[in-house]
């Protein structure tokens, strides 16, 4: 009887660091300087945000936001974790826009992945350190964070709707990050983007 070979893993590396510190750009270019024969996923953990009314709260704000901002739970089990162990997936998942009060279907289809590049916030929390192979911390200050904020103005908002949405709920968010998660520690590399 033949034996079936193992499936090869994707190796999987996490970009993570504050709102606006430039992790998609970062995602972004290793992804274009990687060697041309490796097959590379980037997946963007802001698409797996929860709907406005529960990842937001009138009540201790930023500490909600830490708590319920991202479905990362979903997004490891279904989309992650599976691209991993098996350098493929074909599934349709719910995402949502950050200005968006409703889901959209948005259909992955990865096959024969080499790396798998995850980009987003609160990623190096405990319960998903130990599946990353690489861990890269993007470093950047929160008063050059705001202003790339403001100059982009993703969220929809006004300067003054910007500058409040983050000294009031996410970068009090990141920074309960940092208390409890003390994410920085556990990066293999740091990433001056200031």
């Not at 034996?3 to 998609?24: F, N, R, Y």
């Not at 968006?100 to 798998?116: A, E, L, M």
């Amino acid at each position: 009887m033949r034996k079936e070979m193992p499936t090869q893993q994707s190796m999987l590396v996490g970009i993570s660091g504050i709102d606006a510190s430039g992790k998609g750009y970062i995602a972004s270019k290793l992804s274009t300087s990687l060697p041309a024969e490796l097959n590379v996923a980037v997946v963007n953990a802001d698409g797996w945000l929860n709907l406005p009314e529960v990842r937001f709260s009138e009540s201790d704000p930023a500490r909600h936001f830490f708590e319920n901002a991202l479905r990362l739970d979903e997004m490891f089990e279904k989309l992650i974790l599976p691209v991993k162990r098996n350098s493929k997936v074909d599934i349709t998942a719910d995402l949502v826009e950050e200005t968006s009060t409703g889901f959209h279907s948005h259909r992955y289809v990865y096959d024969c992945i080499d790396v798998i590049l995850v980009e987003g916030i609160f990623l190096f929390k405990p319960d998903y350190l130990n599946h990353f192979n690489l861990r890269i911390w993007v470093e950047c200050g929160f008063e050059t964070a705001l202003a790339r904020a403001v100059a982009r103005s993703q969220e929809g908002l006004d300067r003054q709707q910007t500058v409040g949405a983050y000294e009031n709920i996410y970068f009090p968010a990141q920074r309960l990050h940092f208390a409890i998660d003390r994410p920085k520690s556990f990066a293999d590399i740091m990433f001056y983007n200031n």
